[in-house]
């Protein structure tokens, strides 16, 4: 399901479900609240960032760049680097 940021932050039913939010701070406001509470845990030259709490029980995900492009750089490395795959077993385990 995609969602709107204000919709996630206005309903807590949504807000308990695993979560991949997609776009940065500057124009999604549940991105500007995870970057404040989500560790970062890849990065490329601070143009994009993954952030997520590894150990954590919490099945929820931004995924944001600097721009566009950057942002596409980041969804595409997670999924093709297996942390989508990863992701999805986590939350259906």
Do not use: H
């Not at 701070?25 to 990065?43: K, M």
């Amino acid at each position: 399901i995609v969602i709107s940021d204000s919709l996630y932050e206005s309903d807590k039913i949504i807000q308990i479900c695993p979560t991949i939010s997609i776009g940065g701070p500057g124009v999604n406001a549940l991105a500007a609240r995870l970057a404040e509470i989500l560790p970062i845990q890849i990065s490329k030259d601070d143009r994009f960032f993954i952030q997520y709490n590894e150990k954590g029980g919490d099945n929820i995900v931004s995924i944001w760049g600097m721009d566009q492009e950057s942002t596409k750089a980041a969804v595409e490395l997670y999924i093709q680097d297996g942390y989508l795959d990863k992701f999805i077993k986590k939350v259906w385990s």
